[in-house]
């Protein structure tokens, strides 16, 4: 793909996976000198080793009282509750949204309004109402993943060619019918990618949500074990938060490639 | 963009008047519901201050300032760290990622410590980068930094990714230099998606802010919402709320615009 934006005559090439892993050896060697040379207090950056013991450690004795295991799936717990309505009740907004310039003029200041919102500052207004708890998290996660999921949606719609719908409607075909067998098949792509891109929201405010979990969660341990310094933990915890989102996309993909299966053909 | 191109008919003056309006209905019925939930006293005002008591908490705090800080300078700093972490990013996050499309080999050196920073939780590293940097603006700017890095820098290699090779090989029938093909041919190809990538990235930093004003912070909005909701000062919550999303909307807005104007090619393929 890129050959023809390269300098041409170089000669003996080092294969690039060898660039990737020499790139890394460099990093991965600074990171034990630094810390195994003691250049920088284990506070700072925890070595190797350490984390390699915190992760251990996580793993067999748990973290205050629960196993990573019980923080995880109720990390999970929370997730799929909060992405699944508020992808679900976006989407439908969304579809909304883009069908009918009406409803868009009704919703859109909302939806506009509550996007680039940082999720923190509507947080402690929910710890107000609903109290510390599930129901402010999930409420959090809810209008996370809301906006995102509508917009995606909404421009799903938009995108949908002028002259399907018009060859639909030349063949008799009824507005309900254009929306269910033209518009809403058409813009499912766009509402896949946008429940992917929700999914990595919900994650990033995971740890935001948590900040009320009482004792709870990844994001709680993560918060906690900062709060304590203690690095290898925190290092840990990101981890783990990291590969259950990239689980959750691959899912969210897979279901994708088998529902949107035209998808890329026309 | 598809979005003007197929979906909106060309809106006749008193369409987009009639949209608009209707816009402006909606936000009014809200207001409205919201006045008369606390009107009603539907909602106790410990929970819900009526748009009334936000407006004087506005007035007080406009001419009193909030904890010895005063509106504008909450707003300024917020937008100053924003501002700063955003422009660093663009300034290093551009120049690495044109080069990582450009050069595959700086690509399978940096591209995957970008990888790696884009899905990181701001809230996970926030300590660690007051521990490393301290609790002045620097940390701040520092987060929203990292925040937006990695996206600006993936949306410039993409963007010179999607280069057509026929454009670049058309150029190069044609004489032209390196330089002149990057300068000409790939910089322009790019830049659309470098630019919507910087949207995306002025977004997240923007979300952060508060993130970054969360611990060790003596000014800013969210700083004024969190403490706010210390004492809870619901009023005062609402207003930075309020604030924040206006601040967010007229940013993006901004970005939108100025996009405009500088890719006026886009979507003209």
């Not at chain 1, 109290?131 to 998290?137: K, L, M, S």
């Not at chain 2, 970008?114 to 940097?133: H, N, T």
């Not at chain 2, 603006?137 to 010179?160: C, E, Q």
């Not at chain 2, 999607?162 to 190809?189: C, D, K, M, N």
Request: glycine fraction near 10%; proline fraction near 4%.
């Amino acid at each position: 793909m890129n050959s023809g934006a390269r300098p041409k005559g170089q000669k003996r090439r080092l294969p690039e996976w060898m660039i990737t892993a020499g790139s890394v050896a460099v990093l991965v060697a600074a990171w034990i000198v630094a810390t195994e040379g003691g250049f920088v207090d284990d506070l700072f950056l925890p070595s190797p080793a350490s984390l390699w013991d915190g992760l251990a450690d996580l793993v067999v004795n748990g973290y205050k009282s629960r196993t990573i295991w019980e923080h995880a799936a109720l990390s999970l717990e929370r997730v799929l509750a909060g992405f699944a309505t508020g992808a679900v009740a976006g989407t439908l907004v969304g579809l909304g949204m883009g069908y009918n310039r009406y409803v868009e003029a009704c919703f859109s200041p909302f939806v506009e309004f509550l996007r680039p919102l940082p999720q923190l500052a509507y947080l402690v207004l929910l710890i107000v109402w609903f109290g510390i708890g599930e129901t402010a998290q999930i409420v959090l996660l809810f209008l996370t993943a809301f906006p995102v999921s509508a917009i995606a949606a909404m421009d799903g719609v938009k995108g949908v060619s002028r002259q399907r719908i018009q060859v639909a409607r030349s063949l008799g075909a009824s507005e309900w019918q254009i929306f269910r067998y033209v518009i809403f098949p058409s813009s499912l792509h766009e509402i896949f990618t946008g429940a992917r891109l929700a999914i990595g929201v919900v994650y990033a405010t995971l740890i935001a949500a948590e900040i009320i979990a009482g004792s709870t969660g990844l994001g709680w341990v993560i918060l906690d074990a900062g709060r304590f310094l203690r690095s290898d933990y925190v290092f840990v915890g990101v981890l783990a938060i990291g590969m259950m989102g990239l689980v959750l996309d691959y899912i969210l993909v897979v279901i994708e490639h088998r529902v949107v299966h035209w998808a890329g053909k026309h | 963009m598809p979005r003007e191109q197929c979906a909106v008919s060309p809106a006749s003056g008193w369409r987009s008047l009639g949209t608009r309006s209707l816009s402006a209905l909606s936000v009014l019925i809200a207001l409205g519901a919201w006045w008369a939930m606390s009107a009603f006293a539907w909602v106790p005002a410990v929970l819900l201050p009526g748009p009334g008591e936000v407006v004087t908490a506005t007035l007080d705090i406009l001419r009193n300032g909030y904890r010895e800080t005063t509106l504008l300078q909450n707003v300024g700093s917020t937008l100053w760290r924003c501002g700063a972490g955003f422009i660093l990013a663009i300034a290093t996050g551009v120049p690495l990622g044109l080069a990582m499309g450009y050069w595959s080999r700086i690509r399978a050196a940096f591209n995957y410590i970008v990888q790696f920073m884009r899905p990181l939780p701001p809230l996970s590293y926030v300590i660690l980068l007051i521990i490393w940097i301290g609790t002045d603006d620097r940390s701040k700017i520092a987060l929203l930094y990292i925040t937006a890095f990695p996206i600006i820098a993936s949306s410039a290699m993409a963007g010179v990714r999607a280069v057509s090779q026929q454009r670049i090989q058309a150029a190069q029938a044609l004489g032209a230099s390196e330089w002149q093909i990057f300068r000409h041919v790939i910089l322009p190809s790019a830049l659309p998606l470098t630019f919507t990538g910087a949207r995306i990235a002025l977004a997240a930093a923007f979300s952060t802010v508060v993130a970054a004003e969360l611990n060790a912070a003596t000014d800013g909005l969210g700083w004024m919402v969190i403490s706010a909701s210390r004492f809870l000062r619901n009023d005062v919550i609402i207003l930075g709320i309020i604030l924040l999303g206006l601040l967010g909307v007229a940013l993006s807005a901004l970005v939108l615009a100025l996009d405009r104007r500088i890719i006026h090619w886009r979507g003209v393929e």
